[in-house]
């Protein structure tokens, strides 16, 4: 829907506000895929990154300005699909799914299969556990971010109960920490491309030295 509305009216001379950003974004997704893939000209790769990239930065900015608390427990009822372990472990598995795939199309099952092994069999174990610990880390790194900054703001939001004068105090801070969380939000998603596009780098490079 974004991209749709970015490239509705495309212009040459004088690119608008939406089409500026949107050709911001995929220069920034090229800078990461030269330097992690050495190359940015791969457009299969280049489109599912900043597919990636736009649904984490709307996944991690849609639990701030709409985290709504309710009642006396502060329970919160509305928040970011990435403060959900849930949602970003299935992800960093995808994203690892993602890769191999990417690694099998370019090279084939039996280069793939052989990597395992590389520079050595005994090694196998540690190659195999390797690829578990990745998506555990990719995963974690942005539920923990996403989770800590909507707690902070469950916390100042149920002050609002507490009266009218611990509600005007927490104004403010909560009005900077929502600023901070859209910082560590936008952090987030591109850290979480790049950290893929890097295993996709080190995935097709190592099977390509193999």
């Known amino acids: 829907m974004i991209i749709v509305l970015c490239t509705r009216k495309l212009k040459e001379r ?24 050495g190359n940015r000209n791969n457009l299969f790769i280049l489109s599912f990154g900043v597919v990636l990239f736009l649904y984490l930065f709307i996944a991690n900015m849609m639990g701030i300005p709409f985290s709504f608390v309710a009642g006396e427990e502060s329970f919160v009822w509305w928040k970011s699909p990435t403060a959900d372990p849930h949602i970003t472990m299935t992800m960093s598995i995808m994203m690892i799914v993602y890769i191999h795939f990417i690694d099998i199309r370019l090279h084939g099952i039996k280069k793939y299969l052989l990597s395992y092994i590389k520079p050595i069999k005994v090694l196998l174990p540690i190659n195999v556990l390797e690829q578990f610990s990745t998506s555990l880390t990719l995963g974690l790194r942005l539920f923990g971010n996403i989770y800590a900054g909507e707690v902070m703001l469950t916390l100042l939001a149920g002050s609002i109960v507490s009266g009218l004068g611990m509600c005007l105090l927490a104004a403010v ?5 929502q600023a901070f969380c859209i910082f560590i939000g936008t952090i987030q998603a591109y850290l979480f491309v790049l950290l893929t596009m890097v295993y996709i780098g080190q995935r097709v490079n190592e099977a390509s030295h193999a």
């Open 14 to 37: 004088t690119p608008g506000k939406w089409q500026n950003f949107l050709e911001w974004m995929i220069e920034q997704v090229e800078n990461i895929m030269l330097s992690s893939i």
């Open 173 to 177: 801070p909560m009005v900077l920490w």
